[in-house]
Antibody
C-alpha cells in the first residue's frame, strides 16, 4: 500500500537549519509530484512547494523562496526539505504529500524552533 | 494569491443528518478544487478533486459541487467516522492555497 514515512520531531535553535525526510513506498516515486505543506499551531495549511523526483524539477511558493529547499533521492525513494535561517515562526508541523492532488499524505514532522 | 474562504468554521451535527460546507474562491478557479479530511492520528485524506470527482475509496455519501468561485462539500447521512476537519484547496494557479478549515463535531 502507498505509504509516506516522515522523519521524527525536531527541536532546533534559532538561526540554524533542519532537513526533514519523507520516504515513499508502494507507488512509483519518480512519476509523482511530492508536495510539502506547513501547518503552524492553530492555523490552517500552507503549500510550500513541490518537487518532481523524476527530473528534479521544483516549484516553490514565493513566500518560502530562500527558506525551503526541496530535493529527492531516487535511489532511496526519499524526498527532503531543508529549512534554513529558522525563527520561531517556522515552528510548525510539516507534511509531505504525494501526487498531483495531494493524493496521499505523510503523518507530519513537528519542528520546534527554540533556544 | 487566490483566497479560499470556507464556512462555517464549526459545524455541529448528529449522525444520520446531512451537512454542507461552503468554499468560496476570491477569483474563478474553474473546477480546480479538491477537498480533504483531517482526523487526529490519521494521515490527511483526499476526498474529492476536480470539484466533484470522488477519489477512489471515498464513500458515496460525500459529494462535491460547484465551479468558478463557489463550491460545496455535502455529506449525506453522517456516520461517526465523518466527524473531522475538512479543507478545500485550489490548484488552478500558484501558489496553491487552502481554505481555513471546517471542524465538524458531533452534536
Amino acid at each position: 500500500q502507498v505509504q509516506l514515512q516522515q522523519s521524527g520531531t525536531e527541536l532546533v535553535k534559532p538561526a540554524s537549519s533542519v532537513k526533514i525526510s519523507c520516504k515513499a513506498s508502494g507507488y512509483t516515486f519518480t512519476s509523482n509530484y511530492m508536495h510539502w505543506i506547513r501547518q503552524q499551531p492553530g492555523n490552517g495549511l500552507e503549500w510550500i512547494g513541490w518537487i518532481y523526483p523524476g527530473n528534479g524539477n521544483t516549484k516553490y511558493n514565493q513566500k518560502f523562496d530562500g527558506k525551503a529547499t526541496l530535493t529527492a533521492d531516487k535511489s532511496s525513494s526519499t524526498a527532503y526539505m531543508q529549512l534554513s535561517s529558522l525563527t520561531s515562526e517556522d515552528s510548525a508541523v510539516y507534511f509531505c504529500a504525494g501526487g498531483w492532488f495531494f493524493d496521499f499524505w505523510g503523518p507530519g514532522t513537528m519542528v520546534t524552533v527554540s533556544s | 494569491d487566490v483566497q479560499m474562504t470556507q464556512s462555517p468554521s464549526y459545524l455541529a451535527a448528529s449522525p444520520g443528518e446531512s451537512v454542507s460546507i461552503s468554499c468560496k474562491a476570491s477569483k474563478s478557479i474553474s473546477n480546480n478544487l479538491a477537498w480533504y479530511q483531517e482526523k487526529p492520528g490519521k494521515a490527511n485524506k483526499l476526498l474529492i478533486h476536480s470539484g466533484s470527482t470522488l477519489q477512489s475509496g471515498t464513500p458515496s455519501r460525500f459529494s462535491g459541487s460547484g465551479s468558478g468561485t463557489d463550491f460545496t462539500l455535502t455529506i449525506r447521512s453522517l456516520e461517526s467516522e465523518d466527524f473531522a476537519v475538512y479543507y478545500c484547496q485550489q490548484y488552478n494557479e500558484y501558489p496553491l492555497t487552502f481554505g481555513s478549515g471546517t471542524k465538524l463535531e458531533i452534536k
